[in-house]
T-cell receptor, first 114, second 115 residues
Framework: IAGITQAPTSQILAAGRRMTLRCTQD?????MYWYRQDLGLGLRLIHY???????GKGEVPDGYSVSRANTDDFPLTLASAVPSQTSVYFC??????FGGGEQFFGPGTRLTVL | GEDVEQSLFLSVREGDSSVINCTYT??????LYWYKQEPGAGLQLLTY?????DMKQDQRLTVLLNKKDKHLSLRIADTQTGDSAIYFC???????????????FGRGTQLTVWP
């Protein structure tokens, strides 16, 4: 069982370019999340999806978009990258409100925008 | 306040106990969590406590919950160098206008264990 996979592991990107970060889970979890982690700021929620076909905005959604066409995949797109989007991005999933609602995290994507 | 608060740094000697503190925001939060992040990795759930409990013990880990003060702590007994990591406190609470809960994280406490 892989859990959650993210791709790429790291990426250096020129400002203005479009980039999609991929996230796939094989646990059949209903809910999925995208966070960014920046030094001193902890984890901030970008977008989330409670179930396939629905998405919602988190704390810092500007400049990012997501889609949830099926249960397993939750890609995050930067339409026109800017240097302030340099960060480590984590995808997570959970069974939503079922049980303790534990979130399982992917290994992260380190993105640098120049 | 609106944020989950925790101190940013803690340094202890190997073999001592570590106590990481957290203040959360919503007294109706159902679950409180501690996650651990090792260098270069994602977060992993360390332990969690349901809001109707005051204490939970799991081997070297003890979680204390004070609902009145909205205070959560994680005690690591006999701290080892392998415990060096960032520890995140998180609370599960519902968004405004929604019955669904999601997690709100603190900024993380960097625990450094020195020999």
């Amino acid at each position: 069982i892989a859990g959650i996979t993210q791709a790429p592991t790291s990426q250096i990107l020129a400002a203005g370019r479009r980039m999609t970060l991929r996230c796939t889970q094989d646990m059949r979890h209903n809910a999925m999340y995208w966070y960014r982690q920046d030094l001193g700021l902890g984890l901030r929620l970008i977008h989330y999806s409670n179930t396939a076909g629905t998405t919602g905005k988190g704390e810092v959604p500007d400049g990012y978009s997501v889609s949830r066409a099926n249960t397993d995949d939750f890609p995050l797109t930067l339409a026109s990258a800017v240097p302030s989007q340099t960060s480590v991005y984590f995808c997570a999933s959970s069974d939503g409100d079922f049980g303790g609602g534990e979130q399982f995290f992917g290994p992260g994507t380190r993105l640098t925008v120049l | 306040g609106e944020d989950v608060e925790q101190s940013l740094f803690l340094s202890v000697r190997e073999g001592d106990s570590s106590v990481i503190n957290c203040t959360y925001t919503d007294s109706s939060s159902t679950y409180l969590y501690w996650y651990k992040q090792e260098p270069g990795a994602g977060l992993q759930l360390l332990t969690y406590i349901f809001s109707n409990m005051d204490m939970k013990q799991d081997q070297r880990l003890t979680v204390l919950l004070n609902k009145k003060d909205k205070h959560l702590s994680l005690r690591i007994a006999d701290t080892q160098t392998g415990d060096s990591a960032i520890y995140f406190c998180a609370e599960k609470r519902a968004d405004r206008g929604s019955t669904l809960g999601r997690l709100y994280f603190g900024r993380g406490t960097q625990l450094t264990v020195w020999p």
